[in-house]
């Protein structure tokens, strides 16, 4: 009897699941016919020009590895990536650290003041900065006012303003994950290895940092991935010496009208950027990564 009763229990869990699973479908099923017909649909048959054009083809894979030019722009463009990662992440987590130790007003306004930059627009912020660092610029014309320099400096049009520009527009995509992995992190953790005797340096180094590796880990993802399509701030701030993949496809695009070509380009960014998924999710584990839990 026992049995019996169990058994119906049992079935009744599963039919209880099974709908718990159709309803969750149905719910999402709107934002999934959205994303397929008018992401996934158009972006396909747009990557397809790089094989088809109009027939088989692969001269335009052929031609994007055979010419030195275009894959030198591939490596400036993961270059310019990982040097911003570097830069936000060294930026990011100690003012994440320190954001997860304050509390009250002074918490709401330093998290505000991270907020900011989303609700500005990317142009408005660009030029911004063309103004400080520009050779009659607010930066230059205070140091040759205070005679400092005679000349302006060089800070417009490089690698610098570049990685300057995307680190400031990537800077809240890091934070942002770091937060929320070490606001997760028990704060009774650190006071407990104060007591047994570590110092505030040891127990960030074997206890806080192991843990907040996670979030970090994923902002370093997420600002990478996000780095390599970067147009605007190469565009304005950079020079020709400093083109970025994104910019080639835009120019066979719209200029050269080469759209096979420019699929070709594309579908490599898309490669790698899966790629990157990838070996993320093997060597970090990024479903425990998002869900805020070191690997084991």
């Known amino acids: 009897m026992v049995r019996a009763t169990a058994h119906i229990n049992q079935q009744q869990l599963r039919r209880i699941e099974r709908s718990e699973r159709w309803v969750h479908f149905n719910l999402a099923l709107p934002c999934l016919l959205f994303l397929t017909l008018f992401f996934f649909v158009p972006i396909s048959i747009f990557l397809l020009h790089s094989v088809f054009d109009p027939s088989f083809t692969s001269q335009h894979f052929a031609k ?47 998290f505000v003041l991270i907020v900011v930059p989303f609700w500005t627009n990317i142009l408005v912020r660009m030029f911004a900065w063309m103004a400080l660092l520009g050779s009659n610029g607010v930066i230059n014309s205070d140091l040759m006012a205070a005679g400092v320099i005679d000349q302006p400096l060089p800070l417009l049009y490089n690698f610098f303003s570049i990685v300057l520009g995307m680190a400031h527009y990537m800077l809240p995509f890091m934070i942002l994950p770091c937060y929320a992995t070490m606001e997760a992190i ?111």
């Not at 565009?235 to 200029?255: C, H, K, S, V, Y």
């Open 64 to 110: 994007a590895f055979s010419r030195p030019v275009y894959m030198a722009v591939l490596l400036k463009t993961l270059k310019l990536s990982f040097v911003t990662t570097l830069v936000t992440l060294a930026l990011g987590y100690p003012v994440t650290f320190v954001l997860t130790h304050l509390t009250g007003r002074l918490k709401t306004v330093v």
């Open 186 to 296: 028990p704060k009774n953790l650190t006071n407990a290895a104060a007591n047994l005797g570590a110092t505030p340096f040891t127990a960030f180094r074997r206890i806080f940092l192991p843990l907040s590796l996670p979030g970090a880990a994923a902002g370093c993802l997420l600002v990478f991935i996000l780095s390599l399509g970067f147009y605007i701030t190469p565009a304005l701030m950079g020079g020709p010496q400093d083109t970025m993949f994104a910019q080639l496809i835009e120019i066979q695009i719209n200029r050269t009208l080469d759209w096979g070509f420019a699929a070709a380009l594309s579908t490599i960014l898309v490669v790698i950027t899966l790629a990157l998924y990838v070996a993320y999710t093997w060597v970090l584990n990024v479903d425990k990564i998002y869900g805020g839990r070191a690997a084991r």
